[in-house]
């Protein structure tokens, strides 16, 4: 892509640039996405994990680090992670892969009379310590 100068702009090149925006915008989709808890022993390496994936959130009192990669490299990426010297351990995130849709479960009065709940009970007396001296 040519560089473009926004001081000797021409009209034929304000066209060129709309018409290259609106491809990049076509071409745009939704990457899924992990996160990774990284556990470390000192934040000092904190940069070095920037090459990994988006920061997120970094605890300095429990030092960890929350990381998001690309669902496609999770694998790869953890691999990288735990050879590195200042990580103690890598824990991926469970919640893509947790069922979230409730349509069946919530209000349903079918699905609720069909898992009835069981209790038992239990015999308890309460008594109260005796008075010693």
């Given amino acids: 892509m040519p560089v473009i100068h926004f001081l000797n702009?021409?009209?034929?090149?304000?066209?060129?640039?709309?018409m290259l925006v609106k491809e990049v915008e076509d071409t745009l989709e939704l990457v899924p996405r992990r996160g990774l808890v990284v556990w470390v022993y000192s934040l000092k390496q904190l940069k070095n994990l920037r090459r990994f994936g988006y920061v997120h959130h970094v605890s300095k009192k429990m030092k960890y680090v929350v990381l998001y990669v690309d669902d496609?490299?999770?694998d790869q990426k953890v691999e990288k992670l735990e050879k590195?010297?200042?990580?103690?351990?890598?824990e991926k995130s469970m919640r893509p892969d947790i069922n979230m849709d409730f349509d069946n479960r919530l209000g349903?009065?079918?699905?609720?009379?069909?898992?009835?709940?069981?209790?038992?009970?239990?015999?308890?007396?309460?008594?109260?310590?005796?008075?010693?001296?």
Wanted: proline letters at 2%; charged letters at 40%.
């Fill in 9 to 18: 702009l021409q009209k034929e090149d304000v066209e060129v640039v709309v």
């Fill in 72 to 74: 496609i490299d999770v």
């Fill in 84 to 90: 590195q010297f200042f990580v103690r351990s890598v």
């Fill in 108 to 133: 349903n009065k079918e699905v609720i009379e069909a898992e009835p709940l069981e209790f038992e009970e239990q015999k308890t007396e309460i008594r109260l310590a005796e008075f010693v001296e």
